[in-house]
């Protein structure tokens, strides 16, 4: 079966960049190289098995595996005579950090065939080929990401997700037992570890990132109390109001002619 090649086009993304995708039915024996690319090549079998060749090691590659091309080796491969492999590949420069799996030359992980099976849809879209591609690179990345991190400590890790979170979603209704969740921590747990990195209870921070993002809004954009209390995930905006003064020493309307003062007589403070 001659290869399927997916149209893909060079937009020159910064961090993943997207170059070739497609697919192929080997018949028995089928051969590609010695060559090389200038970009990261991977190869996952969906059926089948064969022979991969890269720093003068020869590896048997069998389905639900992924054999890794680096940029400016050359390779060789080769599909098995009796079992043929049928592959799945995409191609991609890359401007990050790689997941410390690709140091191996042939991996395997629980999800990668439901990630690189995704890329069948590819022929069912008339636009986004590219964006929909680097999605699924950064899932793979995801999935072979996880394993390897074993001398990392893992409460930093989780409390930087938790941050993370509440920069990227403090206009939801979002909980710290929600945050806790996502984490698969005990919530007693989790805001133990959290007070010991940053000081304070995660309820604390979550409280003070609202307040602080909600006053930018009143004074920088000019939103009114009700509009500041909905964007910073307040539908109650007596309880907006009564937090801030809190925090403030005075009401939001008061805070906002404070700040024009202080704008006006050239005394204004952070």
Not at 13 to 29: E, T, Y
Not at 207 to 212: A, E, I, N, S, T
Not at 217 to 231: D, F, N, P, R
Request: net charge positive; charged share 25%; aromatic share 14%.
């Amino acid at each position: 079966m001659n290869p399927h090649n997916y149209l893909i086009q060079n937009l020159k993304f910064k961090d993943i960049n997207p170059l070739v995708c497609g697919q192929q039915k080997c018949l028995p024996s089928h051969s590609f190289g010695p060559s090389s690319r200038e970009y990261y090549l991977l190869h996952y079998v969906v059926s089948g098995r064969g022979v991969f060749v890269a720093d003068n090691k020869r590896y048997h590659v069998e389905a639900g595996e992924v054999f890794i091309i680096k940029p400016y080796e050359f390779t060789y491969y080769e599909a098995d005579k009796d079992s043929p492999w049928h592959y799945i590949w995409v191609g991609f420069e890359c401007g990050v950090t790689l997941p410390p799996a690709f140091n191996n030359r042939v991996v395997t992980s629980r999800r990668l065939g439901v990630i690189f099976n995704r890329f069948y849809e590819l022929s069912t879209l008339d636009k986004g080929h590219e964006a929909f591609v680097c999605a699924r690179i950064w899932e793979i990345f995801s999935e072979l990401d996880g394993p390897e991190e074993v001398n990392e400590d893992k409460s930093k890790i989780y409390i930087e997700q938790a941050l993370s979170c509440i920069e990227n979603e403090y206009m939801m209704p979002l909980c710290i037992g929600e945050i806790a969740n996502r984490l698969n921590l005990n919530r007693s747990y989790f805001s133990t570890v959290f007070k010991k990195h940053t000081g304070v209870s995660p309820q604390a921070y979550l409280l003070d990132f609202r307040l602080k993002k909600a006053a930018k809004l009143i004074c920088e954009k000019g939103y009114s109390v009700t509009q500041a209390a909905l964007s910073t995930g307040y539908n109650d905006v007596f309880l907006f109001s009564k937090m801030f003064k809190k925090k403030f020493g005075c009401s939001p309307t008061e805070y906002r002619k404070k700040k024009i003062m202080e704008i006006d007589n050239g005394t204004t403070r952070n």
